[in-house]
């Protein structure tokens, strides 16, 4: 299932490929035969834009897949969850609850909305938002009779659930909708408890997807909003095709946008999501391999939690603080043995735009920021390869 051969030289997100040096990479898109089939049907059909077949297709296969009612694809994750706070009433001088460690496409549509984005740090266990610093902002902001936010984002950051029972009891409480960023998670589930069975995305009133091309299934770039409640996803349609209404001339209703997904690319989609199983699969494989090759070492694995089935979409250990080095010589460790390490995002407080916005905790982001690095787990890794990445990390601590 290798497109290497045909990969353009020198091209960093190329199947399979190596880098320059031969350097290893983090990740890369897994694009085979299937997926040529699909794109050649959909330009070879002529319906290259965001009217076909496919895109229909993709979103019924992708409701399915993850077990929500509608979906409707979008041309980002971003765009996803700009019309998902829309759908949710967000507006001009709102607060939303976002998590603070996480990628900034999470944030970037909070502002699009004119609202302001508090700011909540991760806790420890599962690198995602902390369900305890939540529910006793929303108890205070009750009792001081403070409005409450337009709604809470839920971020499952590198594949991983976030603890879902305590954080949907805190919004429910005061009655505040959840947007779940699902970008990283497709594929992830909850394994027990309350929300068993159910996969990420689809508790929250509304989950939005990524197909972006380092995500774990890629339409080259597009996205995915999911949602049970049938008035919603009738909206989300009608305002990423420029609201506009069935009429011979041109009539739209309110401001919409284009953010609908194009049929070549619901076609790489369609072929993706049949394939999806083996790539959840082989990322279950090279996690359970790196736990049991770095079990010995002072590195702080990746969360295992109880209940909380992650994909390991991407592999992200932790220097530990007893160790004088940080993460920077970690990565020039690594780099300069050929591996495609790479560091985990500044927190969203630390970022330059939203340096205002208002931050609860921040210490826990900012101790995964200045110790954090992900190692290559591309679904093609190979075992000679990820053997490759074992014995530069084992080097380190040697
Ligand atoms: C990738 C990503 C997004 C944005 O998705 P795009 O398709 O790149 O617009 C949003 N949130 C998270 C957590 C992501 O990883």
Same mark, same amino acid.
């Given at each position: 299932? =290798?497109?290497?051969? =045909?990969?353009?030289?020198?091209?960093a997100?190329?199947?399979? &490929?190596?880098?320059?040096e031969?350097?290893i990479p983090l &990740? +890369?898109?897994?694009?085979?035969?299937l997926?040529r089939?699909?794109?050649l /049907?959909?330009v070879e %059909?002529g319906?290259?834009? %965001?009217?076909?077949?496919?895109? =229909? /297709?993709?979103e019924?296969r992708?409701a399915?897949?993850v077990?929500a009612?509608?979906?409707v694809?979008?041309? =980002?994750?971003?765009a996803?969850i700009?019309?998902g706070?829309?759908?949710l009433? +967000?507006?001009?001088?709102d607060?939303v609850?976002?998590?603070?460690?996480?990628f900034?496409g999470s944030v970037n549509?909070?502002?699009y909305?004119?609202a302001r984005?508090?700011?909540?740090?991760?806790? #420890?266990? #599962?690198w995602?938002?902390?369900?305890?610093?939540l529910?006793a902002e929303?108890?205070r902001?009750?009792?001081a009779?403070?409005?409450? *936010?337009?709604a809470v /984002?839920i971020v499952?950051?590198l594949? !991983?659930?976030?603890d879902?029972?305590?954080?949907?009891?805190a919004?429910e409480?005061?009655?505040i909708p959840?947007?779940? @960023?699902?970008a990283?998670?497709?594929?992830?589930t909850?394994t027990?408890?309350?929300?068993?069975?159910?996969?990420t995305g689809? +508790?929250?009133?509304?989950g939005?997807? %990524?197909f972006?091309?380092?995500?774990?299934? #890629?339409?080259?770039g597009g996205?995915?909003?999911?949602?049970d409640?049938?008035d919603l996803a009738?909206?989300?349609r009608?305002?990423? #095709?420029?609201?506009?209404?069935p @009429?011979?001339?041109?009539?739209h209703?309110e401001v919409g946008?284009?953010?609908?997904l194009?049929?070549?690319a619901a076609g790489?989609g369609?072929? !993706?999501?049949?394939r999806?199983?083996?790539?959840?699969?082989?990322?279950h494989?090279?996690a359970?391999?790196y736990?049991?090759?770095?079990?010995? $070492?002072p590195l702080?694995?990746p *969360?295992r939690?109880?209940?909380?089935?992650a994909?390991?979409w $991407?592999?992200s250990v932790l220097?530990?603080e007893?160790?004088g080095?940080?993460r920077?010589?970690?990565?020039?460790?690594?780099?300069?043995?050929g +591996?495609?390490?790479r560091?985990?995002?500044?927190?969203?407080?630390a !970022?330059p735009?939203?340096?205002t916005?208002?931050?609860l905790?921040?210490?826990?982001g900012?101790g995964?920021f200045?110790?954090g690095l992900s190692?290559p787990?591309a679904?093609?890794l190979?075992d000679?390869?990820? @053997?490759r990445v074992?014995a530069?990390v084992?080097?380190?601590?040697a």
């Amino acid at each position: 299932m =290798s497109g290497a051969g =045909s990969a353009p030289a020198g091209e960093a997100h190329a199947p399979g &490929a190596r880098g320059p040096e031969g350097t290893i990479p983090l &990740a +890369v898109p897994n694009i085979g035969e299937l997926e040529r089939r699909y794109v050649l /049907e959909a330009v070879e %059909s002529g319906f290259v834009s %965001s009217v076909g077949p496919f895109v =229909s /297709e993709f979103e019924r296969r992708f409701a399915e897949r993850v077990g929500a009612k509608h979906a409707v694809a979008c041309a =980002s994750g971003t765009a996803a969850i700009h019309i998902g706070l829309l759908l949710l009433g +967000v507006g001009r001088g709102d607060d939303v609850v976002c998590s603070d460690f996480t990628f900034v496409g999470s944030v970037n549509p909070i502002a699009y909305c004119g609202a302001r984005p508090v700011l909540v740090d991760a806790e #420890t266990t #599962t690198w995602n938002i902390d369900p305890a610093l939540l529910a006793a902002e929303l108890d205070r902001r009750a009792v001081a009779g403070e409005a409450q *936010p337009r709604a809470v /984002e839920i971020v499952h950051v590198l594949g !991983q659930p976030a603890d879902m029972e305590p954080l949907m009891d805190a919004c429910e409480r005061h009655g505040i909708p959840v947007l779940e @960023d699902a970008a990283e998670s497709l594929g992830a589930t909850w394994t027990a408890g309350r929300y068993a069975g159910r996969h990420t995305g689809t +508790v929250g009133r509304i989950g939005c997807f %990524s197909f972006n091309g380092n995500k774990i299934a #890629t339409t080259g770039g597009g996205g995915m909003l999911v949602t049970d409640d049938d008035d919603l996803a009738a909206r989300a349609r009608h305002l990423t #095709t420029q609201a506009k209404v069935p @009429d011979v001339g041109y009539l739209h209703d309110e401001v919409g946008y284009n953010y609908r997904l194009t049929n070549i690319a619901a076609g790489l989609g369609l072929a !993706q999501l049949e394939r999806l199983d083996d790539f959840v699969g082989a990322k279950h494989r090279i996690a359970a391999r790196y736990d049991e090759a770095f079990a010995d $070492l002072p590195l702080v694995l990746p *969360p295992r939690v109880e209940g909380l089935g992650a994909t390991y979409w $991407l592999y992200s250990v932790l220097v530990p603080e007893t160790d004088g080095r940080g993460r920077d010589e970690f990565l020039d460790h690594l780099n300069g043995l050929g +591996v495609g390490a790479r560091a985990l995002w500044r927190p969203l407080h630390a !970022q330059p735009p939203f340096l205002t916005a208002p931050v609860l905790g921040g210490a826990v982001g900012d101790g995964l920021f200045a110790r954090g690095l992900s190692l290559p787990c591309a679904t093609e890794l190979t075992d000679a390869d990820q @053997d490759r990445v074992i014995a530069a990390v084992r080097s380190f601590f040697a």
